[in-house]
């Protein structure tokens, strides 16, 4: 069995200013994420679980150093590429498991019908499975934000800008294009995140200029939990 791979994750609030003057320097030695539409972004809408006693929430706020919640993302309003996603953090290490699911899955989970992950030869489906019988996790939240994303090879870097962050108000159907959603993080507040291996390039710290920002514990699902 492969050894998870747990990566550093720094990530920062920043406003319009900051972000073009990053941008600007940025993109000059890195390289587009090449999922990118014409406008050099992507929409991403996520639905968080968590249960009754809102656990996952609940260790977030209170900084609990090792942790995990699950996820199911899709990309731009495409229902043929739709992943389950676990992202598990160790010590302020970040890594991420995921595995493909469909969108009929996808509407069994959120419907409570969910023996066919246990039957599945998918090692993540059989642990969400588990989690979920343990846990009593349960659909709770969605969250729809637009993502800006560069690449550096050096490092497996990837900064990313994300945008117009939204959260679904008392609905967890996630394949509803006409979702009521309200703003969860000011509209000009914009989430920076670095993502990196074992180190961070010299080159990109001094274009991102980390060393003169704080770092915060921001959580695109903590935020949209304020209204429910």
Do not use: W
């Amino acid at each position: 069995m492969n050894e998870k791979k747990f990566r550093h994750e720094i990530k920062h609030y920043i406003n319009t200013s900051d972000y073009l003057a990053i941008k600007n320097r940025l993109t000059k030695i890195m390289s587009l994420d090449r999922n990118a539409n014409k406008r050099n972004e992507y929409k991403i809408r996520s639905l968080y679980f968590d249960n009754f006693r809102d656990k996952v929430l609940m260790e977030k706020i209170n900084g609990i150093s090792i942790r995990e919640k699950f996820r199911i993302r899709y990309y731009n309003d495409d229902y043929s590429f739709i992943k389950l996603e676990k992202k598990s953090k160790l010590n302020g290490l970040c890594s991420k498991d995921s595995e493909l699911i469909t969108k009929k899955e996808c509407e069994k989970i959120i419907k409570g019908d969910i023996d066919f992950l246990l039957s599945s030869n998918k090692p993540l489906f059989i642990e969400f499975y588990s989690k979920i019988k343990s846990e009593l996790l349960r659909p709770k939240s969605i969250v729809d934000y637009t993502r800006e994303a560069y690449v550096y090879k050096m490092g497996n870097v990837r900064i990313t800008f994300d945008k117009k962050i939204r959260t679904g108000i008392q609905s967890t159907n996630l394949f509803d294009n006409d979702l009521p959603t309200i703003e969860s993080i000011d509209r000009d507040v914009i989430v920076l995140e670095v993502k990196f291996d074992e180190y961070l390039p010299e080159i990109i710290q001094d274009i991102i200029q980390t060393n003169n920002r704080r770092a915060t514990a921001i959580s695109k699902y903590a935020a949209s939990r304020i209204y429910g």
